[in-house]
């Protein structure tokens, strides 16, 4: 080990800057959004008085609430299985040797790079109820006869938006389950062969020991994304018709900005935040040891 | 030899679907942007009736006024002045993404060294509490971060958003670039400075040329996280000498003066540098740096 340090000096002057930066703009909005959810900030309303548990209790029990955590777990209930399986499913397919890998590989990186909202833009428009692309080509095709609209009725709507966010949400999943794939080494597949082993034996027995933790990994980080994103139901349906489609995270953005009740805004904020260290612990018991500092 | 022609079959039927879904949406948006309006709101559709164009394109970069926007009745193109924003605002974005790279790859690059040669006092603390700060969701960040940035006068400004963008990114660059460094050989350092060289030269010398793979992996993850970013831009800019192009593209689906055809050819021109990127990204970072890492 390296030892010739003088002092400890230098490694202070060295992760300062980005420490320094991330401290600040963690602790500070932390402690700020705790203390205006005891709060009642009101730009109309003189003063900011304590107000205790009030806003935690007047947003529990809003009729909003209930129906955007309802409507956020739904949508993790269902895309979040279908994401894993999913990207297992084309994760194998991308190890197999066929022509034109070389561009299916990057390919399915790319709604990874789009930005949400452009996302949400893009699936708009594709299941517009009078002109989209999905109904121009269903009528085409001779599927329908009537254009369908997708974004205006409860069921279609849930069903358009879920389909965008997995969409967006595949990529990333693809890639840590290549790179676990990657890793099996190839001799124990052939192996296996020699023994007669079907398809579904090696998977069984091969991959998925070892592609497991990467599932879980997966699941994980997908909970916590459906949890706290909203970008993409927002710029589709507008969290509608009526709530259908309204998330959780949203639900802040409109008590914060457009309804200006920062205090219920933020104690919404810290029962999410809650709710995701959850998740969080879960992730940090799931990473493999060896991505964290071994303390010696 | 049955199961492996059927194999072969699954195969490219998968990857056509996979392929389907995941890049047909780009298909329908380009095409969609150089037809012209007519031809995409009749029924039965009929897209490729009225042949191609170019004129929405030309308006965003020229503000040339597509022929179409002379027709009379509701199939006119409606052009909104807003679509002139693009260029500018596609600008902003690529100087804002810059600067959070710039930031990273020095800021990062400093930290990750002293995390990964450096003993001292509150190594492991610091670090944990860097990758865990990112845990937190976003929008419960929200108002706190344009309360700080509006006390430091940088609201509207390159400034504010290249700080927030690197804060969002620098606990991932942190992480990637510490477990690249722990892996280069000790012997080599210590060789520089039996040479003669000092820690900072051996740094610039030895570690930087010796990891440069995973330098570009960090630079490319910044630049992209920080374009495709919209709720920062959205808050912290008001005029377009610093908005960033996702925010000029969400307010033009809004603006009922902008067509279609327009809308879907603002979509591509803010897409194509974030595909560019997908395929960068892919073979230089993910097929080189995770995939190749853990076979070799």
Known sequence: ?296 | MGGENWKRVIVYISAVLVFLFTFGPFVGVFLASIVPETALITRPPAWFSKGFTLANYRYIFTGDIPKGFATKGTARSRVSQEALQIPRTLANSFIIAFGTMLVNLIFGSMAAFAYSRLRFPGRGETFMFILLSRLIPLVALAVPYYLIIQTLGLLDTFWSLIMIHSVLTLPFTILILTVYFRGIPEDLEDQALVDGCNQFQMFLRVIIPLSLPSLVAAALFSFMLSYSEFLFGLLISSTTSTKPISVVLSSLSNNPDVSISLLNSSIIVAIIPSIILAIVVWRFVIQDLILGALKG
């Open chain 1, 1 to 296: 080990m390296f030892k010739k340090v003088r002092g400890s000096s230098l490694a202070y002057i060295l992760i300062l800057p980005a420490f320094a930066l991330i401290l600040i703009f963690t602790l500070y909005p932390f402690g700020r959004a705790l203390w205006t959810s005891f709060h009642r900030i009101n730009p109309v309303l003189p003063g900011n008085p304590f107000v205790g548990f009030s806003n935690y209790t007047s947003v529990f029990s809003s009729y909003y609430f209930v129906k955007s955590l309802r409507n956020t777990l739904i949508m993790i209930g269902f895309t979040v299985p279908i994401i894993t399986i999913m990207s297992i499913a084309i994760s194998r397919l991308l190890i197999e040797n066929f022509y034109g890998r070389g561009i299916l590989r990057p390919a399915v990186l790319i709604p990874w790079v789009i930005p949400s909202a452009i996302t949400g833009l893009i699936w708009q428009w594709l299941f517009n109820g009078s002109y989209g692309a999905i109904n121009a080509l269903l009528s085409r095709m001779g599927v329908i006869s009537d254009y369908i609209p997708w974004l205006t009725e409860v069921l279609t709507a849930k069903f358009a938006v879920m389909v965008a966010f997995i969409w967006a949400q595949l990529p990333f999943p693809i890639i840590l389950m290549l790179a676990a794939m990657t890793a099996i080494p190839s001799d124990l597949y052939d192996a296996a062969k020699v023994d007669g082993a079907t398809a579904f034996d090696s998977f069984r027995y091969i991959t998925w020991p070892h592609i497991r933790t990467m599932a879980v990994i997966v699941i994980i980080y997908e909970t916590l994304t459906a949890f706290t994103s909203y970008s993409i139901p927002y710029a589709m349906t507008g969290g509608g018709p009526g709530t259908a489609t309204s998330m959780i995270s949203y639900y802040i953005w409109s008590l914060s900005f457009d309804q200006l009740q920062f205090g219920k805004g933020a104690a919404l904020a810290a029962i999410i935040a809650g709710l995701s260290l959850i998740f969080i612990f879960a992730i940090i018991k799931a990473i493999p040891s060896e991505i964290m500092l071994e303390e010696e």
